[in-house]
T-cell receptor
């Protein structure tokens, strides 16, 4: 199956700092999503971004499908941004999402 | 109710019990999924249903039995589970299997004693 690698695995930020999370994948995809998992386990949809760039408030994402990577940018981080960020892809021809191992973000005041 | 709902949110069961997890989607989608999230392992697919037909069974043990009576409801029947089956079980839906954005329910946190 497709390999999905996320980096860094852990990230600690001071409140107000900016960060970039990276997702590399090993094959062509027709779907890529970024999620934030809160402490209760709920996966919150951040972006559905198989290609291109999108922005939503302090968050933005870019996927370069031809080079098989996606980036999630968090600006002016807040303590409520803490949690685990997952990248998930659907390999072309597959029926489901394959998840990376996540980036655990901790934002300290 | 909106989005994807799951019940119960927490479940503790013995190894000889039989229980069921329920998922309902209110998005008009045609595909539904069960995923499992264990400690120290990435989220992994268990089952995919498209238009109430199972299209994917990811080598899941037979003690997990899915049921999809219609495109809005998905069940996971559990029996004779092992302690290592303790995990967060997440349900999701999308417009079509493997197509479009997937939306997840809040999950059922299962503990097997």
């Amino acid at each position: 199956g497709i390999q999905v690698e996320q980096s860094p695995p852990d990230l600690i930020l001071q409140e107000g700092a900016n960060s970039t999370l990276r997702c590399n994948f090993s094959d062509s995809v027709n779907n890529l999503q970024w999620f934030h998992q809160n402490p209760w386990g709920q996966l919150i949809n951040l972006f559905y971004i198989p290609s291109g760039t999108k922005q939503n408030g302090r968050l933005s994402a870019t996927t370069v499908a031809t080079e098989r990577y996606s980036l999630l940018y968090i600006s002016s981080s807040q303590t409520t941004d803490s949690g685990v960020y997952f990248c998930a892809v659907c390999q072309t021809g597959a029926n489901n999402l394959f998840f990376g191992t996540g980036t655990r973000l901790t934002v300290i005041p | 109710e909106t989005g994807v709902t799951q019940t119960p949110r927490h479940l503790v069961m013995g190894m000889t019990n039989k229980k069921s997890l329920k998922c309902e989607q209110h998005l008009g989608h045609n595909a539904m999924y069960w995923y499992k999230q264990s400690a120290k392992k990435p989220l992994e697919l268990m089952f995919v249903y498209s238009l109430e037909e199972r299209v994917e069974n990811n080598s899941v043990p037979s003690r997990f039995s899915p049921e999809c009576p219609n495109s809005s409801h998905l069940f996971l029947h559990l029996h004779t589970l092992q302690p290592e089956d303790s995990a967060l079980y997440l349900c999701a839906s999308s417009q079509l299997a493997g197509r479009g954005e997937q939306f997840f329910g809040p999950g059922t946190r299962l503990t097997v004693l």
